[in-house]
């Protein structure tokens, strides 16, 4: 599996040089006007309609990390590995009633981030630190779980990975890293936007080509079904189990539908999702695109199936085994095995692309979070937007260095456990993000506690987990109550009753509340956003109001163009109470 | 205080578009009505094809949704800030 095919690299290098100049030809792409708001670098401009939020959004959801990881899991276990296709079923009509309200609140107060509407919300700096910490912890092995994708490929490819030499091993990943550092640097939200369109073409090729042509090779469904099935049935010698089969079993029900919600419930508030809701230009575009997203979600299930494909090409199966055992290798070799080699170059570059937009999009994401929650409102409250977005762009960076440094310093498994707990973690800011934007029932200081009770919960739940022959993060299910539970799911039960109970005894005794920044009208607001500024001079006279601390944004929504443009060149800050 | 302005479509509509969109989740949520081999669609188990039928249809509910909840709103952002100006 090391031979080196120079038709396959032809096009992947092909592929990328072709990305990399959509990349910095991306910043010349619907010129802001002033580059240097953080909405413009951060945001794309908040500009984005149903077509172009339809391409970035599902850039941003199905990783390449999905790619590969989804029929691994497959692969690996056979149906249980499905609930990938479940969760993001019922993703769409969950946010379909939220995030309309996230987007109208974030646009209708100049916010970036969640972090910042949640603080604004409760007036509460803790609470939105607690948010954007999470965030920013939960992104950054997922950035370096992209790296895993793409070293899956290069090692299928022949090129790095395997030599011994540590330097040219992390090379052609360190390049590839670099490149898109820079570019994202310059341009912003703009880089993944545009080559988003590239991805998903390739992608959509990719997955349409393969589902028409490789069962045809492999004799039929019923063919690779029955071998999954055979396959699957034989005795794991590890556990003295069955590897999977492929049909659900009753006693994995349970998992199957809480891993699916709970993933389901927190894609919506990973800051690089909802940095993609934020970046649309109306209201109505998230739940158009709530409708056309699932297109999406059929090549996931498509691509599920990749697994079982695997399973019936022997010489996937040996490499594999070979790669020790690493089922991730299974769908660049059933490319490497079934594709010709022009095709396979196709196949390995949509997901090479496919790993640098999400890779972008969260760093972006991760960035706009450090600047306004805690460079803004911590480090330098008076920083203008010039400065905002300079650090932005630099956090950016800083990001990606990060993430390099895992997937190439840490092992493979500590990024996958990081993202497990990720996972974890994320959905526990839930309660602050989204039940927020309909009630301020709960009191700030419960949700701060309950937050840190499931965080901590979750941890251990996650670390006590043996499986897959690892004695620690094993798993994302664990046994609670005799169910077998997405400790996710388990912790944010935990939370939302450590937070009530809490809600109750500080109102008893009479805990002061925080201040609300927003106003019912915000959640509903639809302003539209001017293609071209009223120029310059508006720009200014907004900056002055807002550093003026015109909090009340006069008639917000209401007063059109010149009150959006208002608000949209800086958020009003939020009243200092005393916290 | 004046409700907000994007509330305003009949009980009837918000009830039709909870209907909905909880049936839509349900039908991935609740696993045992599709965690069986038998019906097969073709080589398919049920399993499969089950969950492959109901990303476009959950998809058609959405857009329904989309549809019931838009079409009160013509007149676009006027009519969804304005509740907050009236106040």
Redesign the interface.
């Known amino acids: 599996m090391t031979h080196l095919n120079a038709v396959t690299l032809f096009i992947v290098s092909a592929a990328l040089v072709i990305v990399t100049y959509i990349g910095f030809a991306s910043a010349r792409w619907r010129p802001a006007e002033d580059p240097m708001q953080l909405n413009e670098w951060g945001l794309g401009g908040r500009g984005f309609g149903t077509f172009v939020s339809w391409f970035l959004l599902g850039g941003d959801i199905y990783t390449a990390y999905a790619f590969i990881a989804v029929p691994a899991l497959v692969y690996a276990t056979g149906?249980a590995g499905?609930y990938a296709?479940?969760y993001?079923?019922?993703v769409?009509?969950?946010a379909?009633?939220f995030a309309p309200r996230l987007w109208s609140v974030a646009r209708a107060r100049g916010y970036v981030s969640p972090g910042e509407f949640v603080r604004g919300r409760y007036g509460s700096q803790g609470l939105g630190l607690a948010v954007a910490v999470t965030g920013i912890l939960a992104t950054m092995p997922y950035i370096a779980l992209q790296l895993v994708g793409i070293e899956s490929v290069l090692t299928v490819l022949g090129i790095g990975g395997t030599s011994g030499n540590a330097f040219v091993r992390d090379l052609p990943l360190t390049i590839a890293f670099a490149v898109l550092a820079v570019y994202t640097y310059l341009a912003g939200l703009r880089a993944p936007a545009l080559i988003a369109f590239v991805k998903d073409t390739l992608v959509y090729v990719t997955v349409i080509v393969a589902i028409i042509y490789i069962p045809g090779k492999l004799g039929?469904?019923?063919h690779?079904?029955g071998t999954a099935s055979t396959q699957l049935n034989t005795v794991n010698p590890a556990t003295g189990k069955p590897h999977g089969s492929?049909?659900?079993?009753?006693a994995g029900?349970?998992a199957?539908?809480t891993l699916?919600?709970g993933s389901a419930l927190a894609l919506f508030v990973y800051p690089h999702t909802t940095t993609g809701v934020f970046a649309a230009k109306r209201?109505?575009v998230i739940?158009?695109n709530?409708?056309?997203l699932?297109?999406y979600?059929?090549v996931l299930?498509l691509i599920a199936?990749f697994g079982y494909m695997a399973r019936a090409v022997p010489a996937v199966n040996a490499g594999v085994k070979a790669g020790g055992g690493n089922a991730q290798l299974s769908v660049p070799l059933l490319f490497a095995h079934m594709f010709p080699s022009w095709f396979a170059g196709v196949a390995d570059a949509a997901i090479l692309v496919g790993a640098l937009v999400p890779a972008a999009i969260m760093s972006i994401a991760a960035a706009n979070l450090f600047t306004r929650t805690i460079y803004k409102e911590l480090l330098k409250p008076d920083a203008t937007p010039a400065q905002e977005t300079r650090m932005a762009r630099l956090a950016s960076l800083v990001m990606k260095i990060g993430a390099l440094g895992f997937a190439l310093e840490l092992n493979r498994t500590f990024s996958i456990n990081l993202q497990l707990l990720g996972g974890v973690w994320i959905l526990q800011t839930f309660p602050a993000i989204v039940i927020s934007l309909y009630t301020r029932w709960f009191h700030r200081a419960a949700l701060i506690i309950g937050w840190a009770v499931a965080m901590v919960y979750g941890t251990v739940q996650a670390y006590r987990t043996p499986g897959g022959g690892q004695a620690h993060f094993g798993a994302s299910t664990a046994p609670v109550f005799g169910h077998v539970t997405y400790i996710a799911i388990a912790a944010l039960v935990l939370n939302l009753v450590v937070a009530a109970v809490l809600t109750l005894v500080f109102r008893l005794v009479g805990l002061q509340d925080g201040y609300d920044a927003t106003?019912?009208?915000?959640?509903?607001?639809?302003?539209?956003t001017l293609p071209v500024a009223a120029g310059p001079s508006a720009r200014r006279r907004a900056a002055g109001q807002t550093a003026g601390g015109q909090t009340e944004g006069a008639?917000?929504?209401?007063a059109g163009p010149t009150a959006g443009l208002a608000r949209e060149s800086g958020p009003a800050p939020a009243p200092r109470i005393p916290d | 205080?004046a409700k907000?302005?994007?509330?305003g479509r009949s009980p009837a509509t918000w009830g039709t578009v909870a209907i909905l969109?909880?049936a839509?989740?349900a039908?991935?949520?609740?696993?045992?009505i599709y965690?069986?081999?038998l019906p097969k669609l073709?080589?398919?188990?049920f399993?499969?094809w089950f969950?492959?039928i109901?990303?476009?249809l959950?998809?058609?509910?959405?857009?329904i949704?989309?549809l019931l909840?838009?079409s009160k709103r013509t007149a676009?952002?006027?009519s969804?800030?304005?509740?907050?100006?009236v106040?």
């Open positions: 149906a499905f296709l479940s993001t079923i019922m769409y009509p969950i379909f009633v039929g469904w019923a690779i079904f492929i049909v659900l079993l009753p029900e349970w199957y539908a699916a919600l209201r109505n739940r158009r709530m409708a056309m699932p297109a979600s059929l299930g199936l106003k019912p009208s915000d959640y509903v607001a639809d302003p539209v008639a917000a929504g209401k | 205080m907000p302005a994007g509330l969109l909880i839509a989740v039908g991935a949520l609740w696993v045992p965690a069986r081999s073709g080589p398919f188990p399993f499969y969950q492959f109901w990303v476009p959950t998809a058609a509910l959405c857009w949704c989309y909840l838009r676009g952002s006027q969804a800030d304005g509740g907050g100006a106040k």
